[in-house]
């Protein structure tokens, strides 16, 4: 999958990673970083009480949960801030890949659990796959860490590795240049209402081995 427009500094697949980018680099939506293949290993589904697991049951059907996997390491937070954070953070990423595996720009969820600049990115990236009649699919695997929750702000910092999600064309193909890259990260998050939205999606420096 590519992620293009989805990290202000770093481009993953479309589907995946709308609205994080290396940096220095142009913003993307989803990671639209064009790179080779990384590991081949597979990310299976976890059990629905993991809140790293993908849901069951999502509207969209079956076939969107077969074309798109999210794979979480790590731990989940003790502290229930923190935790709050975390599935925020991970529920804007299945949304996110839903939005590209579709291809929808109008999303629902991902507009509900997004904001500027970071819902702008993702639907720019699901708008250009439309137009090009392609759409995103493969596994995404994050390492998530919560940084900070101060106030209305939190911040995530993580290992995004979007080399097993690429882009397909109308036929089924893997569109050639499409796959994502690991890239580090940080995420910033906002308070709304009773929740948290994701706001930004920035290349970081850390170590991601």
Excluded: K, N
Aim: charged share 20%; net charge negative.
């Amino acid at each position: 999958m590519r992620v293009r427009g989805m990290v202000a500094a770093v481009a993953v697949s479309a589907v995946l990673l709308a609205g994080c980018e290396a940096p220095g680099e142009p913003p993307l939506g989803l990671l639209d970083v064009d790179s080779t293949p990384g590991d081949d290993g597979t990310g299976g589904a976890e059990p629905t009480s993991d809140p790293s697991a993908e849901p069951t049951g999502d509207p969209t059907g079956p076939a969107a949960e077969q074309d798109w996997a999210l794979d979480v390491g790590g731990e989940p937070p003790e502290a229930p801030a923190d935790l709050a954070v975390y599935e925020a953070y991970l529920d804007f990423w299945r949304a996110d890949l839903t939005a590209l595996s579709l291809p929808d720009p109008a999303h629902q969820p991902l507009l509900d659990l997004s904001a500027d600049p970071q819902r702008q990115r993702v639907v720019d990236v699901a708008q250009q796959l439309l137009a090009d009649d392609h759409r995103t699919i493969g596994t995404l695997r994050l390492e998530p860490l919560v940084a900070s929750v101060s106030g209305p702000t939190a911040a995530i910092q993580d290992c995004m590795d979007g080399r097993d999600t690429y882009d397909v064309d109308a036929a089924g193909a893997e569109v050639t240049g499409s796959r994502g890259d690991l890239l580090p990260v940080l995420v910033q998050l906002a308070a709304d209402g009773d929740g948290w939205v994701v706001a930004d999606v920035q290349g970081a420096d850390h170590d991601c081995g």
